[in-house]
């Protein structure tokens, strides 16, 4: 399935149009509720007696949710061509519509009528002719956002879409919802910070490996869309990797970017560390000749949590097979370290929530005569270049 990401996201209207941005705001900030203003002016003839009309100022739940087969021909509900997805025994479809709902108020002899153009995302059967049925509103939808984007996983128990509401950090969020026995479903979660930015994440796909791409604008804010990859694993998403490929490209095309971009990414990771390791081994021999004592025992650095999951960065100074005398870096700042399985004790100097923090602590250990450090960041036991 080919997906036009360039084209307006979440909104149809105004098709190869350059502003992504501006059009993709409409839909979601000129949802039913923010259009206090959105009012044309009609006559209406023969009235002569002041009618003011408050109730029918506002859309009843009833005429925002409920919905019929009926609905599928409705010139004024527009199915998005690139949010549908079918599950694998093609009896089921999840889409996302563009829903224009009337409302008016009459005052005197106007009529203002009201026209909200609102994303929903729909389920309906499919029979044996391919005919769609049994429309239903999913639950998560609301009269204040839209929603829209739909994207099953592999073995259909979850589904991936995006919205705008209250439980989005940015202007348009990916959240994903578990499918369950029945016909019901979970609450939906928010895919957190991770994946989702202060900006727009847009389009997830699930591929056959359980890799979720998406698109963000989050490094062009709004200029254009890059797309990004994670792999959840036990339903944990990875850092996501971002994709040398066109954001109008097709899933076939996102999967050979990923497996190009993971494959490098982790022959470069295992290369670059297992060199550096042998480096600093060889290296640090002579000094390790010059230690006058040998401890039994490491020491136990407290300045990170090697059981967490948390991401820092630090400034490695020395990698040993051997306990050392930890005497030799006195003087280093926050000085901790780990005895990994591989056998090397590394140690470590500082602690730092951005990688700039830890190149500028390289700079001044350097200048102090540790020529062999290098910033390294730490996830856990997980250690990578930044």
Do not use: C
Request: proline content about 3%.
């Amino acid at each position: 399935m080919t997906m036009i990401l360039a084209v307006v996201p979440f909104v149809m209207i105004a098709q190869g149009s350059k502003d992504v941005s501006a059009n993709t705001d409409d839909i979601f900030n000129n949802s039913y509720a923010d259009l206090g203003n959105a009012y044309t002016n009609e006559e209406v003839k023969g009235s002569h007696s002041p009618i003011l009309d408050i109730s029918s100022e506002y859309t009843s739940d009833d005429k925002m949710f409920k919905v019929n087969d009926l609905l599928l021909a409705d010139p004024d509900f527009d199915i998005q061509e690139n949010m549908i997805s079918y599950t694998k025994d093609q009896k089921t479809v999840y889409f996302s519509a563009n829903r224009t709902i009337k409302t008016t108020k009459v005052i005197g002899a106007e009529v203002k009528i009201k026209k909200s153009v609102q994303l929903q995302l729909l389920k309906a059967d499919v029979n044996e002719n391919g005919e769609w049925e049994n429309l239903e509103m999913l639950p998560f939808n609301g009269k204040r956002h839209s929603t829209g984007h739909p994207a099953l996983n592999q073995n259909d128990t979850k589904l991936y879409f995006v919205s705008d509401g209250p439980e989005s950090t940015g202007k348009t969020d990916i959240f994903v919802v578990d499918l369950l026995e029945g016909g019901t479903y979970g609450s939906p979660e928010n895919l957190g910070a991770k994946i989702n930015s202060e900006e727009r994440e847009l389009f997830p796909i699930i591929d056959e490996s359980n890799v979720l791409y998406f698109a963000s604008d989050i490094e062009t804010e709004g200029d254009e869309l890059n797309i990004f990859a994670s792999e959840v694993v036990d339903n944990e998403l990875s850092t996501p990797i971002k994709l040398e490929v066109q954001a109008n490209g097709s899933k076939e095309d996102y999967i050979a970017a990923y497996n190009t971009a993971d494959a490098i990414r982790l022959a470069e990771e295992a290369a670059n560390l297992k060199d550096l390791e042998i480096l600093l081994e060889a290296e640090n021999l002579t000094e390790i000749v010059r230690v006058e004592e040998v401890f039994t025992e490491s020491m136990t650095g407290m300045a990170y949590d090697f059981s967490s999951d948390n991401t820092v960065y630090t400034v490695q100074i020395g990698a040993f097979v051997q306990n050392v005398n930890t005497n030799n870096y006195e003087d280093s700042s926050v000085l901790f370290n780990h005895r990994y399985n591989d056998g090397y004790n590394r140690f470590y100097s500082g602690v730092f929530q951005s990688h700039d923090e830890a190149l500028s602590h390289l700079e001044q250990m350097k200048k102090e005569g540790y020529d062999d450090a290098f910033v390294l960041g730490l996830a856990g036991k997980k250690r990578f270049l930044p």
